[in-house]
């Protein structure tokens, strides 16, 4: 039994050295954490879902088969995690579950913890909507008391068609996301990410 929990005692102790003491060294020097990926046994997108990386996500086409491994474990996981909700008759299809989810692991791929704390939920309109947060028509929005992300369907898609302008409001709200998820936690990655938005 004492060796037992010797053992135990053991592994606390280098599991509390590692990220309280190693971690945050490491990531203070070289501004990232000290692993990222680690998927024993990763999810897999069904063959038509990877099409539609393909054919309508640029990022994903730039990357390594490892890091394509990768990236279709989080966007599964992205898509098992957060509920899509459509308004105004508006169906959920497969193409919008993975162009937001793509979009919301293309910000975070380089950051070990992945996913938002801060949303539980994605809402969909087919246009724009009106928000009762200010009263006034939204292209999309953050509602960080609601712990939803929304968007008009029809903006998010010209945030990607339309490739010149530098207007991507999928990007844009999940930016706000990431932010004030990188305001309310500790973790090594929005530690880094706090560190360098205020360069």
Known sequence: MQYI????GFLFFIFFT??????PIYAFFFRKPIYVHFYPFPKRL???QVEILKNEFDFYNKLTLKQKVY???RVTTFIQKYPFYGNEHLAI???MRILIA??????????RNYLFTVIDKVVLYPDVYYSK???DYH?????????????SWKHFLEGYQISNDNLNLGLHEFGHVLHFQGLKSTDTSATIFQLLMKK
Do not use: C, S, W
């Open 139 to 151: 292209k999309g929005e953050f509602n960080p008391r609601m712990k939803a992300i929304v968007f």
């Open 93 to 95: 299809t497969d193409q």
């Open 5 to 8: 929990l010797f053992f135990l």
């Open 71 to 73: 990236f279709e474990h």
């Open 18 to 23: 590692y990220n309280v003491v190693i971690e």
């Open 102 to 111: 793509a979009t919301a692991i293309m910000l975070t791929f380089g950051m």
């Open 46 to 48: 069904t063959l038509k």
């Open 133 to 135: 947060v200010n009263n």
